[in-house]
T-cell receptor, first 111, second 113 residues
């Protein structure tokens, strides 16, 4: 059974700093990995999707990397802003097309 | 609408009553997922629809839970004889096809008293 772990569970950093969020998964037989953000009381917004054959994806200040063989992904956020405060979740997609989610990292950017 | 729409946004019900939750996916999206998010917990997969294929119901926690998707579009999640442990946010998501970027609705907050 696939298990997805995100460490740390919570992170606070001053505005302007670069930061890295971590995601690890136990079964490397994945099709893709997605990073989402969730604001309080809201649904999830997909940020980046990395196919299993890719090493990284970039969107603006966000960069996600994938090391499938070691079961790890990172989400790098450059020049953090207060608006980046949210819970960030990673999810992996399997052959059976279901996504398994991590429990998330709650990020707070301190102005 | 442009996004995934879920209704109601909030539902308060009494233990033992039945509830129906509705999801209207993005037009043209063939894949539709239901997830449940309990307080402080991760997202729990419930059920997955892909086109005209038989749905993957492997995540439904008990036979009190059922879902259907009519005409490949709107989906309804039904919970019969609700229990307090059913209280959670029920999230619906759709994607153009399987294993593509997911678009989530804002969820239905279900509270069973």
């Amino acid at each position: 059974k696939q298990e997805v772990t995100q460490i740390p569970a919570a992170l606070s950093v001053p505005e302007g700093e670069n930061l890295v969020l971590n995601c690890s998964f136990t079964d490397s037989a994945i099709y893709n990995l997605q990073w989402f953000r969730q604001d309080p009381g809201k649904g999830l917004t997909s940020l980046l999707l990395i196919q299993s054959s890719q090493r990284e994806q970039t969107s603006g200040r966000l960069n996600a990397s994938l090391d499938k063989s070691s079961g790890r992904s990172t989400l790098y956020i450059a020049a953090s802003q207060p608006g980046d405060s949210a819970t960030y979740l990673c999810a992996v997609s399997h052959r059976n097309e279901k996504l398994t989610f991590g429990t998330g990292t709650r990020l707070t950017i301190i102005p | 609408g442009a996004g995934v729409s879920q209704s109601p946004s909030n539902k308060v019900t009494e233990k033992g009553k039945d509830v129906e939750l509705r999801c209207d996916p993005i037009s043209g999206h063939t894949a539709l997922y239901w997830y449940r998010q309990s307080l402080g917990q991760g997202l729990e997969f419930l059920i997955y629809f892909q086109g005209n294929s038989a749905p993957d119901k492997s995540g439904l926690p008990s036979d009190r839970f059922s879902a259907e998707r009519t005409g490949g579009s709107v989906s309804t999640l039904t919970i019969q004889r609700t229990q307090q442990e059913d209280s959670a946010v029920y999230l619906c998501a759709s994607s153009p096809t399987a294993r593509q970027k997911l678009f989530f609705g804002s969820g239905t907050q279900l509270s069973v008293l």
